[in-house]
Each structure stands twice: as structure tokens, then as C-alpha cells.
């Protein structure tokens, strides 16, 4: 099993910055994927941001340069900077992290962008 727990949420205004985090533990070397989704009211959840465990990463095209993903192993977390935040952004963010037969999700940790 893996446990994420996810931190660094909270509210901001428009052009604003937050940088959540995300600790892992567990079974941390069966992971090869770990990434950042994120949950807007009435919508269905979508995806943010990806990274490998070779630090390749991938994200979506809606992201313009204004969010970066990255992860420190020595101490099993994953970091996602935002900044630029717009109201759109308001979201409750996952992490997630997916080993070849698993897939494991947080709790989350809402963000909300005041105008």
C-alpha cells in the first residue's frame, strides 16, 4: 500500500501563487507515475500534472507555463508550484500516484482563487 497525504491548499487571490505538496510512504519503490488532479465543483476530475520516476513530466495544455511539478525522493514528496492562480483554478487538488497494478489517490486539499 501506498499513503499519499496531500498539503498546501488554501485561498488566494487572482494572480496569486500556492505550492502544494504531497508526502508519500509505503510501499514508495512500486511507484512509476505520481501526478496532481484536480476536482472543480460540478465537474468531472481532470488532470494537472504528471511526473515519472526518471522525472519525466507531462502536463496538461491548459496549464500555459503557469504550473510546475517536481518531486524531491530523498524525502518521497511531490510538489506542485502554482502560480498566476486565476479563479478557474479553483479546485479541490489530488495527488495520485500509480505503480503497475495500483493506483492510489489523497484526500486532497482544496484550493479556491478569489477575483
Known amino acids: 500500500q501506498v499513503q499519499l497525504v496531500e498539503s498546501g491548499g488554501g485561498l488566494v487571490q487572482a494572480g496569486g501563487s500556492l505550492r502544494l505538496s504531497c508526502a508519500a510512504s509505503g510501499r514508495i519503490f512500486s511507484i512509476n507515475v505520481m501526478g496532481w488532479y484536480r476536482q472543480a465543483p460540478g465537474k468531472q476530475r481532470e488532470l494537472v500534472a504528471t511526473?515519472?520516476?526518471?522525472?519525466?513530466?507531462n502536463y496538461a495544455d491548459y496549464m500555459k507555463g503557469r504550473f510546475t511539478i517536481s518531486r524531491d525522493s530523498a524525502s518521497n514528496t511531490m510538489y506542485l508550484q502554482m502560480n498566476s492562480l486565476k479563479p478557474e483554478d479553483t479546485a479541490i487538488y489530488y495527488c495520485?500516484?500509480?505503480?503497475?497494478?495500483?493506483?492510489?489517490w489523497g484526500q486532497g486539499t482544496q484550493v479556491t482563487v478569489s477575483s
Open positions: 495520485n500516484a500509480q505503480g503497475d497494478w495500483s493506483v492510489y
Open positions: 511526473i515519472t520516476s526518471r522525472g519525466r513530466t
